[in-house]
């Protein structure tokens, strides 16, 4: 079964460093998402990534994050300069369409910002 | 923008017992109701979804109802087993394909 997935499955970064997590939506998939789960809590909703451009994102998604498709395959997720509080699941996802054909996740990159 | 309720936080059942989670949420466009399970460390895993222009679907032990005249959709799970112990989150998503958490309800099946 085609899998998302997402690299490193762990990441600790100090205070203002800046971060980069890595997916691979599955290959015939058009809509790329990310969101992010502090431990314990619900999974919420960053961003979304349509044909090579940001369709929407949530509060969450300020200055410092950005999103990028470099290569056809790959799907980033950048925070400029890591805060404590960006500690977190990192969930990538993707689906064929909207509304929310085939929508996947991947298992996730743990981020301990230190 | 849209806010997902879920119900009840924590629920705990004697294994063979149905399990009901239910969710309530705020934008009338929403469209696409999915449910997903997650075991501990793992990333959400569909289990299944409703669309808005179904009011129930089911699939061997688990079904979904939707009320969208209520804006409420549930999770049913019937002859629940030990292995259906896990966190399973309700959502709600909009024609931009965004998905709107509910905060998880942690399901724990005693044998």
């Known amino acids: 079964e085609p899998e998302v997935t997402q690299t490193p499955s762990h990441q600790v970064t100090q205070m203002g460093q800046e971060v980069i997590l890595r997916c691979v939506p599955i290959?015939?998939?058009?809509?790329f998402y990310w969101y992010r789960q502090i431990l314990g809590q619900k999974v919420e909703f960053l961003v979304s990534?349509?044909?090579?451009?940001?369709?929407?994102k949530s509060e969450i998604f300020d200055d410092q994050f950005s999103v990028e498709r470099p290569d056809g395959s790959n799907f980033t997720l950048k925070i400029r300069s890591t805060k404590l509080e960006d500690s977190a699941m990192y969930f990538c996802?993707?689906?064929?369409?909207?509304?929310?054909?085939?929508?996947?996740f991947g298992s996730g990159t743990r981020l301990t910002v230190v | 923008g849209e806010n997902v309720e879920q119900h009840p936080s924590t629920l705990s059942v004697q294994e063979g017992d149905s399990a009901v989670i239910k969710c309530t949420y705020s934008d009338s466009a929403s469209n696409y109701f999915p449910w997903y399970k997650q075991e501990l460390g793992k990333g959400p895993q569909l289990i299944i979804d409703?669309?808005?222009?179904?009011g129930e679907k089911k699939d061997q032990r688990i079904a979904v109802t939707l009320n969208k005249t209520a804006k409420h959709f549930s999770l049913h799970i019937t002859e629940t087993q030990p292995e259906d112990s896990a966190v399973y989150f309700c959502?709600?998503?909009?024609?931009?394909?965004?998905?709107?958490f509910g905060k998880g309800t942690k399901l724990s099946v005693k044998p």
């Open positions: 959502a709600a998503a909009g024609s931009q394909g965004n998905l709107i």
């Open positions: 990534f349509y044909n090579n451009e940001i369709s929407e």
């Open positions: 409703i669309r808005s222009n179904v």
């Open positions: 996802a993707s689906s064929v369409g909207t509304p929310n054909y085939g929508y996947t």
């Open positions: 290959s015939n998939h058009l809509y």
